[in-house]
């Protein structure tokens, strides 16, 4: 009696369906995902600001920006931060200082230390490491002790805050990240 290949070759299907199915859970990078690398730096929790207020020695120092997104300053309070660019932070602690406080107040808002990145997957050490700019997953990669012997070498998963909305796309190692992203580097399947 000869066993009938159909079932055979159906099960063998249905597995490289199932295979190659686990592998479209991501999809490629949405469009304008790498066009918020390139848009002029957002401030947000964690970033570290050193803001000059020019002859105002007491008002001139390090602030934090807090998990609500503000950043207290003397005088003014708390000035919202978040999603705010450096020079529209200037501008913002220069008007509410203007309302009582001083005549034409010059500001300078740097970032003296930038939020952190994170990394996890197949990588030597992931976890949080500081943020430098210019830096791409690659560099985060060697940062993280580099690549396990299972990674997937090629592109990786990051997930960045746009906008206020949560984005995740798959790019190549080469491409740029912004503080706060989230870098996962998957596992490669041979």
Same mark, same amino acid.
């Given at each position: 009696?000869?066993?009938?290949?159909?079932?055979?070759? %159906?099960?063998?299907?249905? @597995? =490289?369906? /199932?295979?190659? $199915?686990?592998?479209?859970?991501?999809?490629?990078?949405? *469009?304008?995902?790498?066009?918020?690398?390139?848009?002029?730096?957002?401030?947000?929790?964690?970033?570290?600001?050193?803001?000059?207020?020019?002859?105002?020695?007491?008002?001139?120092?390090?602030?934090?920006?807090?998990?609500?997104?503000?950043?207290?300053?003397?005088?003014?309070?708390?000035?919202?931060?978040?999603?705010?660019?450096?020079?529209? %932070?200037?501008?913002?602690? @220069? =008007?509410? /200082?203007?309302? $009582?406080?001083?005549?034409?107040?010059?500001?300078?808002? *740097?970032?003296?230390?930038?939020?952190?990145?994170?990394?996890?997957?197949?990588?030597?050490?992931?976890?949080?490491?500081?943020?430098?700019?210019?830096?791409?997953?690659?560099?985060?990669?060697?940062?993280?002790?580099?690549?396990?012997?299972?990674?997937?070498?090629?592109?990786?998963?990051?997930?960045?805050?746009?906008?206020?909305?949560?984005?995740?796309?798959?790019?190549?190692?080469?491409?740029?990240?912004?503080?706060?992203?989230?870098?996962?580097?998957?596992?490669?399947?041979?």
């Amino acid at each position: 009696m000869i066993a009938n290949p159909r079932p055979r070759a %159906l099960l063998l299907t249905l @597995a =490289a369906s /199932l295979l190659l $199915g686990g592998c479209s859970g991501y999809r490629p990078a949405p *469009e304008g995902f790498s066009a918020a690398t390139m848009q002029p730096y957002q401030l947000d929790a964690g970033d570290r600001l050193r803001i000059t207020v020019f002859e105002q020695e007491s008002l001139t120092g390090t602030y934090s920006i807090d998990q609500a997104g503000y950043v207290a300053f003397p005088l003014i309070g708390s000035v919202p931060a978040r999603g705010r660019s450096v020079q529209e %932070l200037e501008g913002a602690i @220069a =008007a509410k /200082l203007r309302e $009582g406080y001083l005549r034409d107040p010059d500001v300078t808002v *740097e970032v003296d230390q930038y939020r952190a990145f994170f990394i996890m997957g197949e990588v030597g050490a992931a976890g949080q490491y500081s943020y430098v700019p210019g830096m791409t997953v690659q560099n985060a990669i060697a940062i993280a002790g580099g690549f396990t012997s299972r990674a997937n070498q090629n592109d990786a998963d990051v997930t960045r805050k746009i906008n206020g909305e949560v984005i995740t796309g798959r790019v190549p190692i080469s491409d740029p990240i912004i503080a706060g992203d989230t870098i996962y580097v998957r596992e490669r399947l041979f």
